[in-house]
């Protein structure tokens, strides 16, 4: 395992944290951006794995920063990762709570909103096509996540019975 | 906001303080517990049962008042939920107790992941079941994009900032810092300019 360098990734997933409008997922391509093609820190693999799981387990989904920290460096890494994500939203949160509780209707708030929404999307879109083309070594799993995304469009299954059954499928060595 | 404005009619902060229950510190902490750690596959379908229909601290509009919140700010919906949540019931107490109820048991569960991760990661049936899991976790994420652009405006503004967006980070592997920055300051322009 590299020893990750703690303070750089800590300023680092802070000013990303500021950034993560509609969740964690619109900047997981910049922490995969960050950890395994500028530090290679982890291979692709790796990350895609460790975030399957953070999937997988139950919890806020932002969480898998706290796994992807300990992969990184054990404890402190955990402990780093997860509260340079978490505590710079917190305090903007706790800051805004009192400005903006009376009015949440305001125009320049609907602007903001409106106009950040998209760019969330396509943020959170090319997470997707980041750890696919991570995850996706060959056509089968490449019609696993097509059949996710086709599932997950047309009912309201649990995320969780299709990681189970992913899970199932590579133990069966259908992929 | 001037004091000499009338309430708005929609219940407003001033008009349900009497009925806003007394719920303390501990009791935040152990039920935002109690949602996290129940939450297999997204933690807000919970927070809705648990706050809204079993426990009746917040009204359904209340809820979704929230979330809408929470949405704007940057940072997890939920755990932002939780600050707000906390703090009206309790202050800063209460929102710290929320906050750490809602990420503390998650902490411990992906730390023993992780341990196993470490230690059988490497084992050729684990591999196998992990390739799996990421190819459907690479799907929900791309799902949950999909389902966003349903809110989206059927005009050229949004499906630019979109695929902008998307070209940069996803195909070019531009830093998010730049692509966000850079075009941040044009989409809400352009979003405002389309209000007025």
Known sequence: MDRADLPALALHFALLSLMAIGGVSAILPDMQRYVVEVNRWLSGTQFADIYAIGQAAPGPNMMFVTLLGWQLSGWAGAIVATLAIILPPIMLTLAVTHLHANNPDAPLGRAIRSGLGPIAIGLTLASGCILAQSADQSWRTALLTALTIALMLRTKLNPIWLIAAGAVAGICGIL | MSSSHPPNENDSDSARDPVTPRIGPLELFLAFSQLALSGFGGVLPWAHRTLVERKGW?????????????????????????????????????????????????????????????????LPLVQQALSGMSAVAAGLVLATGLKMTASLKRNWRPWLFLALSLAGVGALRWPLLAVVGGLAPFAIAAAWGEKN
């Open chain 2, 58 to 122: 917040l009204t359904q509009r209340e809820f979704v008042d929230t979330l809408a919140m929470g949405q704007l700010l940057p940072g997890p919906n939920i755990g932002n939920m939780a600050v707000m949540i906390g703090y009206r019931f309790a202050g800063y107490a209460g929102a710290a107790a929320a906050f750490a109820g809602l990420v503390g048991g998650p902490f411990l569960i992906m730390i023993a992941a992780g341990i196993l991760y470490r230690n059988y990661g490497a």
